[in-house]
């Protein structure tokens, strides 16, 4: 009580009395410090009950006043003495004494307040960045500290000041080779001794030779012997109770990792412990989700950034059970995401490869590789909504190599199983389970939307490079002809489709079709492996006949809008793969290797085959395997557009393309048509329902079929 009356009477007087010079003023408050530990015997008493904060406040102002008073840059009297006798050297000296108790919490605000409000850079300055970076060594040295707030705050302050001068970071490298700081006696007496120390304002001779080392060259610390404090600090914070400290440690590290400095990119991933953070809470918030989750819920769940997950217990519960473990992961892989993404590129890549070591294929992949059919669904689902948020680029590419291996040659039916994951996730578009099939092929059409070349190089384009889909036999050379085709290509002639048993009216022979055409233009020869976009729109419109068509009878159908998306899509996938340099025109018969035999690749076989059964495959299969296939079909590469749409290609024996396929099921459905009765009612009624016009009812699974067929 008697204290805080001094220092309301010592306002007073202070108020009352002519000013000093403000280097006198700046003086006696220093003075008026330093005297307390000279004449005080109580160690034990609180530093707010001493007038100690009111005068670190007092030299704050007077330091603020000064800079404002004068030109920019310019050092005045009262900073001159702060630097020159070392003033947050004896500072750091009293916080680490914690004497009175209070004082660490006083100086790191002093500390803090002095690098944010002060214009000038100080942190080039010997006498500040090594008391620094001495503060820097006792913040997060215990969780849920009481100082922990004022830690947080000075460690993000320094970090913005390096975020604005990034090649001051040098100076926080310390060398681990360098002696550890001699401990000074603790207590009153000790920080009586540093006080008293004569202040000649040069430092110690073997603080000179530290200093020496220190500043002769900062870059000079580019070995793995260096210490980054200030990473290690913010680290442990991260791990406080407290999710506002968590938050800011982690805004700070954000800083850190993106200084364009490759000495303290490489001291940050190889001397600090930051990888593990990342994947070793990434694995815990992993398996802390439910074994088995509705991938509806999975999918839906809002998407949160990460700090900001402001949740209910109950609430959530009350949703779906996991929904905040799911949040907290989500959110945590958001933070991860784009902490690699800011980062340094060397930075960058190692810590996606620790995501991809430590949390992908240790944890992930066993997951993914079981025979559960619940696990591998809730796995499938989960891996899905990664690939969604993913948008680093270097973590990205990562989880790439991990999903499909980084093979680039062409693949070959032996080596399919060459890549145990990759075999598997293929398979699983073709499971006995539809919901695993469904969710695996929306797994895949994440991954071909992702911009990224080796996805479309390693799923199809690796396949397709050297264009031996085709016939390059001289025609002498080729097989005998059946019906002027190949014996196993596919006849237009025989197919029902284009039987005799058909209405004049709905045949479309193979020689009309072509000569329906018109001639072609310069612009389009044969020579550059092209055919015009109208012929191949014509071919795939003139697939099913008028009369298993049913969009006539609806109004509404909405092809608009699917040219609308169509196009807004393509342009869109355009934009991301101008970075790729792929080729405008096929590339020439002269230069591909046609001696390799065809093999469309496993992927693509999948989807033929699954393309082919589409007369037995529920409406939501249906749907999934063309959307993957119109995601490819929408690449601009000339080798996907040939192989996958055009139908006047002669493909070489035994090879088969989209449009192939999707002639031999036109012609399965209308034999099976005709033995349907009342067939075109039913298929409107399917239509109907399926446009939300009818109630449910019977299933027919081969109307529906039609229907998405002729939707193509």
Known sequence: MFSKFTSI??????????????????????????????????????????????????????????????????????????????????????????????????????????????????????????????????????????????????????????????????????????????RSPGGAEGVKESVLAPDTGQPPAEEQAAA?????????????????NLVSSLLNLTKSPDGRIVVKACEGLMLLVSLPEPAAAKCLTENTELCELLTDRLVAFYKALPQSMDPLDIETVESVNWGLDVYNLKEDAAVFTGKRALIS???????????????????????????????????????????SEVGILTSTALLNRII??????????????????EEKEPEAAATVTQNPLRHRLIEHCDHLSDEISIMTLRLFEQLIQKPNQHILHSLGLRSLEERNYLENKPQEEREPLENGQPHDAVDLEEDPLFGDDLPPDSRLSGSDWLSSSPPQSPDHSKSEGKTEVHKIVNSFLCLVPDEAKSSYHVEGTGYDTYLRDAHRQFRDYCGVCQRWDWRGNPKPFEKCNLEIP??????????????????????????????????????????????????????????????????????????????????????????????????????????????????L
């Open 212 to 228: 020496a080392a220190s500043s002769s060259s900062p870059t000079s610390n580019n070995n793995n012997n260096n210490n980054y």
């Open 329 to 371: 992961f989500l959110s945590w892989l958001d933070y991860c995401d784009q902490l690699i993404k800011e980062a340094h590129k060397s930075a960058a890549a190692v810590m996606a490869k620790a995501v991809r070591e430590r949390f992908f294929v240790s944890v992930m992949e066993p997951q993914l590789m079981q025979t």
């Open 598 to 711: 065809f093999f469309e690749g496993h992927f693509l076989k999948v989807l033929f085959d699954r393309m082919g059964r589409i007369l037995d495959q529920p409406y939501d299969v249906n749907l999934q395997v063309t959307a993957v296939l119109s995601k490819l079909s929408l690449l601009p590469h000339p080798h996907l557009h040939e192989y996958l749409l055009d139908p006047y290609i002669n493909l070489a024996p035994g090879c088969r393309s989209l449009f192939s396929v999707i002639v031999r099921v036109v012609g399965d459905l209308m034999l099976r048509i005709q033995r349907i009765p009342d067939f075109t009612p039913k298929l409107l009624l399917v239509r109907k329902r399926l446009l939300g016009l009818e109630p449910e009812g019977i299933k027919y699974v081969l109307h529906a079929s039609l229907l998405f067929l002729s939707e």
């Open 388 to 405: 969604r948020q993913v948008t680093s680029e270097a973590l990205l590419q990562e989880m790439v190599y991990f999903l499909l291996g």
């Open 9 to 182: 009477l010592q306002h007073a007087v202070e108020a009352l009395a002519p000013s000093l010079p403000l280097q006198e003023d700046f003086v006696y408050h220093w003075k008026a410090i330093t005297h307390y530990y000279i004449e005080t015997s109580d160690d034990k008493a609180p530093v707010t009950d001493t007038n100690i904060p009111s005068h670190l406040e007092q030299m704050l102002d007077i330091l603020t006043q000064e800079e404002r008073e004068r030109e920019s840059g310019e050092t005045g009297p009262c900073m001159e003495y702060l630097l020159h006798h070392k003033i947050l050297e004896t500072l750091y000296t009293l916080g680490k004494a914690d004497c009175p108790p209070g004082m660490k919490q006083q100086v790191l605000t002093f500390y803090t307040k002095l690098l944010a409000h002060i214009r000038q850079p100080l942190l080039p300055h010997i006498n500040v960045h090594r008391p620094v970076q001495k503060l820097i060594r006792l913040c997060g040295e215990v969780l849920a500290a009481p100082t922990e707030n004022e830690e947080i705050q000075f460690l993000c302050i320094v970090c913005s000041k390096l975020k604005q001068d990034p090649y001051l970071v040098n100076f926080f490298l310390e060398n681990k080779s360098k002696k550890p700081e001699t």
